[in-house]
Structure formats: C-alpha cells, structure tokens
C-alpha cells in the first residue's frame, strides 16, 4: 500500500522567501508528525495533530513556523521568512493513533541560500 | 534536545557477524522504538517494544528493553552488506512525540 509521501522532495529557496511543505499520510491514520533533521543529526519534534487537531506545537522554532492539517488528512508546513538555519530535511510521519508506530515519508530536503 | 543516546557511535563489522547497538534515554516512556536510515534517505520502522516488554524478536532483529536502567539494545545477526545504514532509537513518552538520539552509523563490510 501506499506509504506517507512529501512534496517537494527537495527546495531551494532564498533567504526570506515563504515556502511550504506537504506531507500526504497514510490512509486512515489519525496522528501526523513533523520533525526537523539537521545534517549528521537525529530528528527532533516540531508539532503534531490528532485529526485536525493541532495538540503540540512545541518543538516549532520560531513563530515563521506554522502547521496545519485542516480537514484532518494532508498537512502543510509552512515556513516564513526562511532563515539559512532552516535549511535541513523536513520529515513527516503519520501513525494509526497515539502509542502506536509512526511511518516516516521520504522527507522535504530544504536549502535556504 | 535529544533523549536517547546511542552506544557506540560507529560501528564497522564483517558481513556474518553480529552487530550490538546501545540506547540509554533519561525519562520515563511509553515505548522505544528503533529506525533505519539509508544515506539521504527516509526512516525505516524497525522495531517498537513497550514499557511493559523486555524482548522482542522480528526476523535477524532482536531487542531488549531494561526501563530499571533505563537503556535498549538492538542486535541484528548475521550482518549483511545491506545493513550498512544508521540506526537511531526512539523514545516516546504519554503524548507520542519521539526523541531520537543521533544515531549509529553502521559499516558491514562484504
């Protein structure tokens, strides 16, 4: 079946253009995941939704950063502004509900020049 | 900030061998789970055992969960080449969120 996919895979952007991430999850999965991996690192928490619900927003950043999932399915991050320290890739995972385990998307590989 | 931490950081074998990985994480959790990841590529799931579990077994994969010492172990027998990847363990506690240690690379050389 089909796993959790991401557009675009890779993106260039500018410092101080806008950009946003997609993340499509699994069917029928309730919860979804953001995370940022910085290069040689392990990925750290940015925020996640039950449903549409956004529950935990925590590990954002800065408030350039934004998230939404709004008919409880695909999600959007949104990034605003882009500094060169948001250059990492962005992963996206979804899972069947909380406790359970999450599946990871190939991920967002995003350069800010 | 980042819970677990990984033992060794890098690990070079010989394809046939056994690899033995370490986790030690600081809080309490609801389960741990392991993932692969290839070289510019996505998280694989391995393994997730619960709090509530010491070992569990998925085909060459076997883990071990010691939440006295708060540490995991993930062994995976008869190495392949294929198995040349990191490999990152995962805490999750009450609201799901994982904390991920910073991995180890590991080399399985042919």
């Known amino acids: 079946g089909a796993g959790v996919s991401q557009s675009p895979r890779y993106k260039v952007a500018k410092r101080g253009q806008d950009v946003a991430l997609r993340c499509d999850p699994i069917?029928?999965?309730?919860?979804l995941f953001w995370y940022q991996q910085a290069l040689g690192q392990g990925p750290e928490f940015l925020t996640y939704?039950?449903?549409?619900?956004?529950?935990?927003k925590s590990g954002l950043p800065s408030d350039r950063f934004f998230a939404e999932r709004p008919e409880g399915s695909v999600s959007t991050l949104k990034i605003q502004r882009t500094q060169q320290e948001d250059s990492a890739v962005y992963l996206c995972?979804?899972?069947?509900?909380?406790?359970?385990?999450?599946?990871f998307g190939p991920g967002t590989r995003l350069l800010v020049l | 900030s980042q819970q677990g931490e990984e033992d060794p950081q890098a690990l070079s074998i010989q394809e046939g061998e056994n690899a033995t990985m370490n986790c030690s994480y600081k809080?309490?959790?609801?389960?741990l789970q392991w993932y692969r990841q290839n070289s510019g590529r996505g998280l694989v799931h391995l393994i997730l055992?619960?709090?509530?579990?010491r070992e569990k077994h998925s085909g060459r994969l076997r883990v071990t969960l010691d939440t006295s010492k708060k540490s995991s172990s993930l062994l995976i027998t008869a190495s392949r080449a294929a198995d040349t990847a990191s490999y990152f363990c995962?805490?999750?506690?009450?609201?799901?969120?994982?904390?991920f240690g910073k991995g180890i690379t590991l080399s399985v050389r042919p």
């Open positions: 995972a979804s899972s069947l509900g909380l406790g359970e385990t999450q599946y």
């Open positions: 809080t309490s959790i609801n389960n």
């Open positions: 069917s029928g999965h309730v919860s």
């Open positions: 055992i619960r709090s509530n579990e």
């Open positions: 995962a805490t999750a506690g009450a609201n799901s969120k994982l904390t």
């Open positions: 939704f039950q449903n549409e619900a956004q529950l935990d």
